[in-house]
């Protein structure tokens, strides 16, 4: 199968210039309308046509340098072998039994999951407990307050309840509080 730069008559060395003095000639002596006019039968028509399509379809991938590189490397015989290097390694790399994401799965599973564990651990470790009130009024000499309401029937701080019919009827006054004297040990 001819390559690109068969197609248009140049060498893989050959440089963008050269490239496209080819094309041009090329289109000239192909292109459908210039050549229809030297060539009346249909068939010479038809293959001119073929001709002038692959020479087109040659230039837009020599004629931009990304393309080319890519080309290049595709039709080397060092870049096919490159490629099945790489490969193999992948393949060796995984435990010998293949690349596959199922042949891998529980080993990252397993791994990530050990991390995760020894993460939350270093950070349990890091990061202080959160305190009770009983060791906070240790440090600190202050009890924690919270903001809470009498209510005149049990005569107990309450915390705010909005649904409740009473706290609605009544609308107290919000003070703060003692936790420990809050209706329910001040626990959350």
Not at 115 to 141: C, F, Q, W, Y
Request: some cysteine.
């Amino acid at each position: 199968m001819p390559t690109h730069y068969d197609t248009l008559g140049v060498s893989k060395s050959a440089s963008t210039d050269e490239i496209k003095r080819a094309y041009r000639k090329l289109c000239m002596q192909y292109h459908p309308d210039v050549a229809s006019s030297s060539s009346s039968t249909s068939t010479a028509q038809s293959k001119n046509a073929d001709k002038f399509k692959r020479i087109s379809e040659a230039y837009s991938i020599l004629g931009n340098e990304n393309k080319r590189r890519r080309y290049n490397f595709d039709i080397s015989e060092s870049g096919i072998q490159e490629l099945r290097k790489k490969a193999a390694k992948a393949r060796g790399s995984a435990g010998g039994g293949g690349n596959s994401f199922a042949a891998t799965l529980p080993r990252n599973v397993l791994i990530g999951g050990i991390l995760g564990i020894a993460g939350v651990t270093i950070i349990r470790s890091i990061m202080p407990e959160k305190e009770n009130d009983d060791t906070h009024h240790e440090h600190t000499g202050k009890k924690r307050l919270v903001e809470a309401w009498l209510n005149p029937k049990t005569k107990r701080w309450e915390k705010p309840r909005p649904w409740d019919q009473e706290y609605q009827r009544l609308q107290p006054v919000l003070q703060f509080v003692p936790r420990d004297q809050v209706d329910g040990g001040g626990k959350r």
